[in-house]
């Protein structure tokens, strides 16, 4: 008999507070906790850090049976398992880190219903065996997380995925819950019609990450300004960088780290043990910097890393609004930073044209590619133009950098209008480096060489500096005025829309970038800005202590507890059981495991203060 929802919504309140530590459900999870557990399909897209991994794991204790997770990350598996194990939760993970031994025992467990959750990889579930596994034991629901990876336009599409149809086939009755952060219209409609939701119930959160802060630069030097951002805004802090190739990634994360900087490489061309050493130090160790190719990140369970930075453009917003996602999941002040410059349009239409890659999918590609391009020249709010993408409407934020300090526009038809008589005068050969030198009236051999400094244009643009040119090129290739000619080794050429702005038929409004704003660090590695002095020497304290625990468990620090939790121990200091059991994220568990332990540091800290005063 199917229990009403008053008392399902009760029972999830009650394990929510009582495992998982949290005193009510956030936005819609309560309303997506019920559905699922009273047996509803659901199709959930909530942002990074929004909280959907509750919205299947309450489920699977709630109903009889095992939740089964689609995961497709080995690192996020094993974080996770260990995370609701410290909760008491009887937690394990079917995949290829395991030895034989290890994964009979895995589904002598499931098969004797000794399992809450089992996670899964997608590559593994899919094989026989384990679907016949599964066909044995009691199924609480099926939860397929990263599903955006179904989706053959996506930035992370995983083949697998796309048999998972299968879940629907052979297990009808069983209720699925299918999880994203990143999902346009189209990308949505894809999910439903591959995974057969027809008749799931759909739960749109907003996408908006109001922590974080969107600044989108002018690459002038991109090293030296992601030094100056570093040291500038966040010293100490965990971060991740992305570049699009591997050498990139070895050359900046050596280069870091002459600077001090403790960076990391991560990319797909490193071995197995290397990249492994790399991940567990960047989940277990504070201050750590990646430094990586997009092989790096999905999945990652870190809360605290304060910023994400991209020296190279990504392919889509999808893209950028995945990895920038993985800044500030504990919701404190973080910052999604990247340097653009025409080089890295002229990249990614390069890639896209000379991919092997069906018509279609190019022009879908190109596409995307166009909506980040606006993204990146907006005149306006960052936040609105990311938001309106995934179909929400949203007011200028005050926390991006377009709002902090609001661009110019220009009337750029003149230097739009001598921009493009240089392309044409060169023969439509050359890139933008050598069109600047052309119209700042720079001689050189090369110059010389190729007679053009005898052309009409040669010195006509000396009243503008090399950053403002950089900036006319890359917004007339946006404002497609211009092209890049891939087999010409990227040379600019006209296009069609130039004609009418050549014949003085059609206005120029181009983005003037200011200096990028002047501003306090959004977070620091140490306490939080609100906690007086002696609160914040016992946080650092209580971070020892953590930190401790996590190596004696060989687990991440943040598994034993968030920074946030830490925080507001520090901030209440409780002075017994009952009052460290109203901290948010001490469930019962924990509370009967570490509370002991916490009171005693705690105490130490009293005892520390009243010698200090005495």
Not at 6 to 31: K, V
Not at 277 to 295: C, K, N, P, S, Y
Not at 433 to 443: A, P, Q, S
Request: charged share 25%; aromatic share 6%.
């Amino acid at each position: 008999m199917p229990v009403p929802p008053t008392d399902l919504s009760s029972r999830a309140l009650q394990l929510l507070a009582e495992t998982f530590g949290h005193p009510a459900f956030r936005d819609a999870q309560g309303e997506i906790v019920v559905h699922v557990a009273g047996g509803g399909d659901a199709l959930v897209l909530m942002p990074t850090g929004g909280g959907k991994s509750l919205c299947y794991q309450i489920p699977s204790l709630l109903r009889e049976g095992t939740g089964i997770v689609v995961s497709p990350l080995i690192a996020l598996m094993q974080d996770q398992v260990a995370a609701l194990r410290q909760l008491g939760v009887r937690a394990a993970l079917l995949n290829s880190t395991l030895s034989a031994r290890d994964a009979r025992a895995v589904e002598a467990a499931l098969t004797a219903g000794e399992l809450d959750v089992l996670y899964v990889a997608p590559e593994r579930l899919l094989t026989p065996r384990c679907l016949e596994l599964i066909g044995g034991a009691k199924i609480a629901l099926f939860a397929i997380d990263e599903a955006h990876c179904v989706s053959q336009w996506g930035h992370d599409f995983r083949p697998e995925y796309l048999q998972l149809s299968v879940l629907h086939e052979r297990f009808p009755a069983v209720p699925r819950i299918a999880l994203t952060a990143t999902a346009d219209p189209q990308t949505r409609a894809e999910i439903v019609s591959r995974l057969a939701l027809d008749r799931a119930r759909i739960f749109v959160s907003s996408f908006d990450r109001p922590n974080i802060r969107y600044t989108i630069v002018d690459k002038d030097d991109p090293r030296t300004q992601l030094l100056r951002f570093l040291r500038d805004e966040h010293p100490g802090d965990a971060g991740i960088v992305y570049c699009l190739s591997r050498r990139k990634v070895d050359e900046t994360a050596a280069w870091l780290a002459t600077k001090g900087v403790s960076a990391l490489p991560y990319h797909a061309g490193l071995d197995t043990a290397t990249r492994t050493l790399h991940q567990g130090r960047f989940q277990r160790e504070d201050g750590i910097v990646i430094v990586a190719t997009i092989a790096f990140g999905m999945g990652i369970d870190k809360p605290d890393v304060r910023f994400v930075a991209h020296l190279d453009l990504p392919k889509s917003i999808e893209g950028y609004y995945q990895e920038t996602g993985r800044a500030g999941r504990d919701g404190a002040p973080a910052d999604a930073w990247m340097t653009y410059g025409l080089g890295d349009l002229v990249q990614q239409r390069r890639l896209i044209d000379m991919s092997d890659a069906a018509e279609d999918y190019k022009r879908v590609s190109t596409a995307k590619l166009d909506a980040l391009l606006g993204l990146c020249e907006t005149a306006g709010c960052r936040r609105v133009r990311l938001l309106a993408y995934f179909g929400e409407d949203s007011a200028p934020c005050g926390n991006c950098d377009t709002c902090l300090e609001p661009p110019q526009t220009w009337d750029a038809t003149v230097a739009a209008q001598k921009a493009l008589s240089a392309i044409y005068r060169t023969g439509q050969r050359f890139g933008a480096v050598h069109l600047i030198d052309v119209l700042r009236g720079k001689e050189g051999e090369r110059i010389g060489r190729w007679g053009h400094d005898r052309l009409a244009v040669f010195g006509l643009g000396a009243d503008l500096d090399e950053a403002a040119w950089r900036g006319v090129f890359r917004q007339l290739v946006a404002l497609g005025l211009a092209c890049v000619d891939h087999e010409a080794h990227g040379a600019l050429k006209l296009t069609e829309a130039s004609r009418p702005v050549l014949r003085g038929e059609q206005p120029v409004e181009m983005r003037r970038v200011a200096a990028g704003p002047r501003r306090k660090s959004a977070s620091r590695a140490g306490a939080p800005a609100d906690l007086a002095p002696a609160a914040a020497g016992l946080l650092a304290r209580l971070k020892a202590w953590r930190l401790a625990e996590a190596r004696t468990q060989a687990v991440p620090a943040y598994v034993i507890l968030h920074d946030s939790a830490l925080a507001e121990i520090a901030r209440r200091c409780p002075a017994d059981l009952d009052a460290l059991a109203a901290v948010s994220g001490i469930g019962a568990t924990k509370l009967a495991r570490y509370g002991p332990s916490l009171l005693d540091v705690l105490r130490a800290g009293d005892d520390a203060a009243f010698g200090a005063g005495a």
